[in-house]
């Protein structure tokens, strides 16, 4: 039984263009996950430390096989495999997978909640996820992203 998943990816050391293709194939290389369309790439300023570089963002959708926990397992361990070092806390890496959103599921747990708990009021997964989000939920994303103050939303530039 496939499930439609929405994964957040970042990334702003190094090459981030490429980090963001190399995170895409190694996701499309696993047995479980099918990619099934990406958004835009954008340029996005820091939200939460903003002393650091400037983010490519991107929001893609999949289909997967995976329950929530090993779909977990799979985006830690292609951060693992990119390189990613979990130092500072919402500092800056050279990639980051975010699972969004899994089928329309509420998932609480000690180590995975989704939704994801800061999507509504972030600009660079909002904007983002707009363009591969089906039609019957933009209004839901245009109302969180209507709630963001200007200033946010104009962080997020086409890349
Ligand atoms: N613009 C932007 N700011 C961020 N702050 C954190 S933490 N992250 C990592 C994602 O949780 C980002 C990000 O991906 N983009």
Aim: hydrophobic content about 40%.
């Amino acid at each position: 039984m496939q499930k439609d998943i929405f994964l957040g990816l970042g990334s702003n050391v190094g090459d981030r263009n490429e980090a963001l293709k190399t995170a895409i194939e190694l996701l499309q290389k696993t047995e479980t996950i099918s990619v099934l369309e990406c958004s835009n790439v954008y340029e996005t300023k820091p939200v939460g430390v903003t002393d650091q570089a400037d983010f490519l963002n991107l929001v893609l959708k999949a289909a997967t096989s995976s329950p929530p926990q090993e779909l977990l397992q799979v985006t830690q361990s292609i951060e693992k495999e990119m390189g990613r070092i979990k130092d500072v806390r919402w500092g800056p890496r050279n990639i980051d997978l975010d699972i969004l959103l899994y089928n329309d599921e509420n998932i609480m747990m000690e180590e995975l909640i989704i939704p994801h708990p800061r999507m509504a009021e972030r600009a660079f997964v909002l904007i983002p996820l707009m363009d591969v989000i089906s039609n019957s939920k933009t209004d839901e994303v245009k109302h969180w992203l209507s709630s963001l103050p200007a200033e946010e939303k104009a962080g997020v530039r086409l890349y």
